[in-house]
């Protein structure tokens, strides 16, 4: 959600951070002309300076090219990145969304990856992963990380309310979020189930999850589905939980792309019971309850609903591209470091660099050899109900047009939230935008450019 769609952990984020270190292309010798390229990221400074540590690393055996690591809150990013494309201060590397993807290759901005980039990702990384990195037949991207949501919960709120375990339908979903609601008067102090506002990501991929988990789809052969009976029933699902039941309190949910805000706050403190929410998610809780607290968050599957055949997340991924106006002497370097920082010798135990860097935040790598080489970090207990969950993860749709797509069904949904929209309306409306949108990014019909990582292993 992202995340990038997704917020950062509290104190961890840097607006505007620039860090610089020395590294040179390995495939440059020693006597070649000095090169400077940049990487462009949404990291906060305790992970900006991990990567400036693998930096480090590759400048010892590669002296002649010089990194600058420029960080931006994830809201700037996108931005960021259009708005100094083809400029003088325009990023060489830059980690990106999946979703944006197809439009910056559209609009000339990242570079094809070599031959060989291209049959590195498509040899290490699984089938659907390597696709969210291309468009129309070229890879553009080097995969890093995949993201998934599951069902998280307090285990002290739910034995106090005599909840023996978590919910498994939307009916059991319901019942369980009426037992951990506490209110005083007409106000809400305790909500069983917590909704994201205030962040389209944070906002459409939960309510993409519960859609998947009730047999649904948001697109569907490059159409939007909005309308479906799955989808009537996915945004009744929001409506009960804050006008029927009453167990969600939206103002209590508020977040955006640059801090979790009171959505974690209200989580973290024991004021909420229940949220949807993905693995990434672990850092900012360690950050606001510390390891041994962390200990009372449980994992589970997103809960079924009544048209679904089992639970399935949204999986969405991020990757490493190159700008297209960057001379061939940068675009060489820069790839070559980006095989190097993702490769299997940068980092500890067969593991690399990249997911060293991504773990230290809870978050999943997508390279077969990072899976296999964390494959005991990634059962601890708040991770491994996400681990079990990637083969039954539905990809999010890439499509051209996709982020103006979810910003408006963010509308939509957060309309029912705060009583402007009926369901009813919320989703005929957001079926409309939807077909405009698409239609309009689409003009020849062909919409998907790609799909996100179910799974891991291909």
């Not at 601890?380 to 079990?388: D, I, L, Q």
Request: zero cysteines.
């Amino acid at each position: 959600m992202f995340r990038r769609g997704r917020a950062l952990a509290a104190g961890v984020l840097a607006a505007g951070l620039a860090l610089a270190g020395g590294v040179a292309s390995a495939t440059t010798p020693a006597s070649a002309e000095p090169v400077t390229i940049s990487f462009l990221t949404h990291w906060g400074p305790d992970t900006v300076a991990l990567l400036q540590a693998s930096v480090d690393a590759y400048h010892k055996d590669h002296p002649n090219v010089t990194v600058e690591i420029k960080a931006v809150p994830f809201g700037d990013l996108l931005t960021t990145v259009r708005a100094q494309a083809g400029g003088s201060a325009a990023p060489t590397i830059a980690g990106i969304y999946d979703l944006w993807l197809p439009e910056l290759v559209r609009d000339g901005i990242v570079a094809p990856a070599p031959d060989a980039v291209a049959t590195d990702v498509t040899t290490n990384w699984g089938a659907s992963t390597a696709s969210a990195a291309t468009v129309a037949g070229s890879v553009y991207g080097v995969p890093n990380e995949i993201d998934l949501y599951s069902l998280n919960y307090n285990k002290k709120l739910f034995t106090e309310a005599g909840i023996t375990a978590p919910p498994k339908t939307w009916d059991e979903l319901i019942a369980a979020a009426e037992k951990l609601t506490k209110r005083d008067g007409d106000t809400i102090t305790q909500q069983g189930f917590g909704l994201i506002n205030s962040w389209a990501a944070g906002v459409v991929h939960p309510f993409a999850s519960l859609l998947a988990s009730n047999g649904g789809s948001l697109i569907t052969d490059g159409k939007p589905t909005l309308d479906s009976k799955q989808a009537t029933e996915t945004f009744a699902l929001i409506e009960n939980l804050v006008s029927g039941v009453k167990v969600t309190d939206p103002t209590m949910g508020t977040a955006d792309a640059n801090t979790a805000g009171p959505f974690l706050d209200n989580f973290v403190s024991g004021k909420t019971g229940m949220i949807i929410m993905a693995n990434w998610w672990e850092s900012a809780l360690k950050a606001g309850m510390g390891d041994d607290t962390l200990a009372d968050i449980g994992t589970a599957p997103i809960p079924v609903g009544p048209s679904g055949d089992g639970a399935h997340s949204i999986s969405y991924s991020w990757m490493t591209v190159v700008s297209a106006k960057a001379s061939a002497a940068e675009q060489a370097a820069a790839w070559d470091f980006l095989t190097w920082l993702n490769g299997p010798t940068s980092g500890k135990d067969g593991a690399s660099a990249m997911a060293d860097i991504l773990q230290s935040m809870g978050i999943l790598p997508s390279r077969t050899s990072d899976v296999a080489a964390y494959s005991t970090k990634l059962t601890r207990p708040f991770m491994e109900g996400y681990v079990k969950e990637l083969a039954n993860a539905k990809p999010f749709p890439i499509v051209l047009g996709g982020q103006e797509f979810t910003e408006a069904l963010q509308k939509q949904i957060e309309a029912i939230e705060f009583g402007q929209a009926s369901a009813a309306d919320a989703q005929a409306t957001a079926q409309s935008d939807a077909v405009s949108i698409l239609e309009q990014a689409n003009p020849g019909g062909a919409t998907t450019a790609g799909t996100t990582a179910g799974t891991t292993g291909g």
